[in-house]
């Protein structure tokens, strides 16, 4: 079995068709599905999402550093009420980070955000899955400055970084781990050629569905039944079997998430 480690598929987009594309999933062998959040205008279809499949997938709760403006302290506040009200039912915290791609208005705010999300995540003894583009320098520095290495568990997802900045995480942030996503498979993709510094135990394969749809269903709306391609895509580049790369990722995905008593009931 394989799982996605990062899908929206509570957006706007499945609202035709979930149930088919969950089922189709599932029949992939997809089997369980993690929903990081973005925003409060994504919050109740995400917890609607979940309550509908709540043998399928599982919630994350944060703020998208692309959500973050001038009213970011209250939707922290809102978003943390609502994570002190519905614990039991968070495997993390995100999806959280450090944007700069289109742009840098809020900078600081944002930092300020991902710094006040890790400490929940921190104290509640929950992971991080964490958003990074055009900020993954500041992003480690940032976390190394303001928390213990030990401290910090989580995963870059869908990491497109230099080789140093692979190896830096790996060195200085020992518990994180490395999301692969469909843009893997493409032709310029920088994953692809740093897919054999990946340790298998600090891998996790992911969709970010709707986006990012791996070859050969680029330009389609993703879905996480396309996650196989990606997987077949990953191991054929490593070198070993789709099987024992699914136990691998599937593995760090249970431990990562404590997914394990959720997955007993599936």
């Known amino acids: 079995m394989l799982i996605d480690t990062h899908t929206h598929i509570y957006g706007t987009e499945y609202e035709a068709d979930r149930d088919a594309v969950i089922s189709a999933a599932h029949e992939a062998g997809v089997g369980y ?36 403006g001038t009213d970011y302290a209250e939707q922290l506040r809102q978003l943390r009420q609502y994570i002190a009200e519905s614990r039991e039912e968070i495997v993390a915290i995100g999806e959280i980070g450090l944007d700069f791609y289109w742009d840098r208005t809020y900078v600081e705010e944002q930092q300020r955000a991902l710094i006040e999300q890790v400490g929940w995540a921190i104290e509640l003894d929950l992971p991080v899955i964490l958003h990074v583009r055009s900020a993954l320098d500041e992003t480690i520095d940032l976390l190394l400055s303001h928390f213990a290495s ?53 891998m996790l394969l992911e969709t970010d569905a709707p986006y990012l749809a791996p070859i050969p269903q680029r330009g389609k709306r993703n879905e996480p039944a396309y996650l196989v391609h990606t997987a077949s895509y990953v191991a054929d580049q490593i070198g070993i079997s789709l099987e024992s790369l699914a136990e691998h990722t599937t593995s760090n995905a249970i431990r990562l998430f404590s997914l394990d008593l959720l997955l007993s009931n599936s």
């Open 33 to 68: 599905l993690v929903m990081p959040n973005v925003d409060l205008t994504s919050l109740s279809l995400l917890v609607d999402t979940h309550r509908s499949y709540p043998d399928r997938t599982a919630m994350a709760l944060g703020l998208h550093p692309t959500s973050v």
């Open 150 to 202: 030990d401290q910090l568990r989580g995963v870059f997802h869908c990491f497109e970084g230099e080789e140093a900045q692979l190896q830096r995480i790996l060195e200085h942030l020992p518990l994180m781990m490395i999301g692969v996503n469909g843009n893997v498979t493409y032709k310029r993709s920088r994953t692809a050629q740093l897919l054999s510094h990946i340790p298998l135990d600090k």
